[in-house]
């Protein structure tokens, strides 16, 4: 299995807290050097470890606020 490197460019925000410390937090992160995305995962406490995710591109991003912002 190939090494996987990121670096966490921003934080953003923390979405929420589990009781075990774990934070699902919106970032700005380079995957493997590229481009940097916009991530939602759960992280644990400093970073240390992380659980499976969501990355999404500018234009996703924008596209899911135009989703949620809809008077449905």
Not at 1 to 9: C, G, R
Request: avoid cysteine; hydrophobic fraction near 35%.
């Amino acid at each position: 299995m190939a090494e996987l490197s990121y670096e966490i460019v921003k934080e953003l925000g923390v979405l929420s807290v589990s009781p075990k410390g774990w934070q699902k937090e919106l970032n700005l992160i380079s995957w493997n050097g590229r481009e940097p995305k916009y991530d939602i995962r759960d992280w644990a406490p400093g970073h240390e470890k992380m659980g499976k995710g969501i990355t999404l591109s500018e234009e996703e991003v924008r596209e899911l606020l135009s989703l949620l912002g809809r008077n449905d």
